[in-house]
């Protein structure tokens, strides 16, 4: 099983990123894709999720407006784009597949700065 997330980097407050996280070694479409992130010091917290059968979709108070979680269940991969990117967003970011069992990636830097 992994997941493997790309896309981070470094970018401008105002700017956009587009992590993916590309899934392999398990039945992707029957599960909940999440993000999750942690700033230095700080808890990691949920910033977006998508189910699998209905494809609704959560966000942090934070980011609502702003982030938008999608699923491409035939590529077995799921995305997270980030717009008007904040100081504040910065962070490692982390996908999570969770349903029978839980599985998380080894994250992706995202660092907001100008």
């Known amino acids: 099983v992994q997941l493997v997330e790309s896309g981070g980097g470094l970018v401008q407050p105002g700017g956009s990123l587009r992590l993916s996280c590309a899934a392999s070694?398990?039945?992707?479409?029957?599960?909940?894709m999440s993000w999750y992130r942690q700033a230095p010091g700080k808890e990691r917290e949920l910033v977006a999720l998508i189910h699998s059968a209905c494809g609704s979709t959560n966000y942090a108070d934070s980011v609502k407006g702003r982030f938008t979680i999608y699923r491409d269940n035939a590529k077995n991969t799921a995305y997270l784009q980030m717009n008007s990117l904040k100081p504040e967003d910065t962070a490692v970011y982390y996908c999570r597949a969770y349903r029978w069992n839980d599985y998380w990636g080894q994250g992706t830097q995202v660092t907001v700065s100008s």
């Open positions: 070694g398990f039945t992707f479409s029957n599960y909940v």
